[in-house]
């Protein structure tokens, strides 16, 4: 507790005055298994009708080159939150409804952060980022006892409110701060989780504290349950018919929110970025390959888009590559606060791209994960490292399915770029700063002996 304490005290004694943008509130809406090719305007035949998505794209931003930290649900929010590739604690995988919580206290979070700065913070709709429950095992994995208590979720690590689900598997166990209030048919969960935010978004406009709104969505993931005012509307028929119904679902909610904060007023001073966790579930929409838990681009390439009125020029397209962690770097650089050296420690602002005063690459280079493997990209090259040992480069310039692995003719690439991932793993970081510890121990062998204490003391010289 004393070391939380202390790292947001150097939070607050590093930030400088604040301007206008202390009144700036931000909204991250997190999509469940969107792929890339979901959105009509990142893909114009998309059978998916997305109106607000591309309504965003339209008054703001829209990044074509975005990538979340990982492949599937809980790695990649583990970034989104502490900045941080799950790479460094070894979550590569899921959790389940009593796995214990992968972010200790004692880290810093976007969220935690935020608060710090007079922020008020909430958290709506999925966690899926582990809970110590109170009362041990207290019932089956799919339903939780109302009553049934928990710590160490959100409210310990920021939220100031929090009021969601575990998971996707446990739609139906609706949890209230730090308590289960409820259990729920699926089909009721997503409304319930929008009307919530649409009142936090109604009572914030009261207030003079600034907010930040993380809106972590079910669609377009299963249970595919589109509640009965969504029933058809997509216009498909069938069984794709209920998935779009579901897409179209998660859109409109979106939209909802974009007209409470016209509505309040509060629009113009609102920051509003919406994005996905990984690909569709064994859903690939070319021309990317494969789609989520992949290592290949389907499975982490995302829709991102985002609107900040009078600062984000209407329509803007963006050919960075940036990550999904770059959220925390990103609301400092915002607030010109400055972030504690072991915090964010993967995490760059992307104010300048939505500012539209880029001069060049906002990312020395980007770590993709999956269950499989480590990716590094760097420019149009990505090099693939699978866990069989297997090496993959690739031009995504000229191949962006990823259909010819140039690793043969490409030598010194691979070389390069293998030694770059290999830096970042061993700094504990890929951005600049003191090298910090990861939890996991992680290597990329590219050829040669794998001299762990000499590439920790290289990596010391090269603070």
Sequence with gaps: MKKRIALLLVVLAASSALGAADRLNIVFVLFDDMGYGQPKSYRA?????????????KEGIRFTDAH??????TPTRYGVLTGRYPARIGQFGVLKTYSPPIIPKTRLTVASFLKAQGYHTACIGKWHLGMKWVDGKPGEEKKLPIGAKLTDGPNSLGFDYFYGFTHARNIGSIIEQDQVVANVRGIENQPLMIAKALKYIE???????????YFPMCPPHSPIVPAPDFVGKSGLAGKEGKYADWVYQGDHMLGELLDALERTG????????????NGAAKRPYPPLREAKSS???????????????????PGTVNHQTICLNDLFATCADILGAKLPVNAAEDSVSILPCLLGKATGPVREATIHQAPGGLAIRQGPWKLVSHRSGEQELFNLESDISETKNVAPENKDVVKRLAGLMQSYIDRGRSTPGAVQKNEFDLSVSFGGK??????????????
């Design 68 to 73: 979340s930290a990982a492949a599937n649900c």
């Design 295 to 313: 290592i290949y681009e389907g499975g982490h390439r995302e829709p991102f888009v985002a609107r900040w009125p009078g600062q984000i020029k």
């Design 203 to 213: 009572e914030r406009s009261k207030e003079k504290k600034p907010f930040f709104l």
């Design 450 to 463: 794998d001299n762990k204490k000499k590439r920790r003391r290289k990596a010391r010289k090269q603070e």
């Design 45 to 57: 035949d998309s059978s998916f009708k997305t109106p607000n998505i591309d309504r965003l794209a």
């Design 266 to 277: 509060q629009a113009k001073n609102t920051l509003v970025i919406a994005t996905g966790d």
